[in-house]
């Protein structure tokens, strides 16, 4: 194998580790992001029993539960 054969076999494995990090690291962003949604709607629905009767609340509810279903795999869902 001459050197630019192995330099193109490490430059070829270099790329695909790459790849495989930006896919694991857009998969921890995703469950991060769902994590923090998920603790925001369980404060505003805790206020929602509460009492919180407010436009504001229930639009805030309504824009982080399309998100959701956006993070699902529709993305149509933030058109609402």
């Known amino acids: 194998m001459t050197r630019e054969e192995r330099l193109a076999q490490f430059e070829a494995e270099c790329a695909q580790q790459e790849a495989e990090y930006n896919e694991r690291e857009a998969e921890m962003l995703r469950l991060l992001e769902w994590k923090r949604i998920e603790k925001t709607l369980a404060g505003l629905y805790r206020a929602r029993y509460a009492g919180d009767k407010t436009i ?25």
Request: charged share 20%; with cysteine; glycine share 8%.
């Open 56 to 80: 504001l609340t229930a639009q805030r509810i309504d824009r982080f539960e399309r998100l959701q279903q956006c993070l699902l795999g529709s993305p149509a869902a933030l058109a609402g």
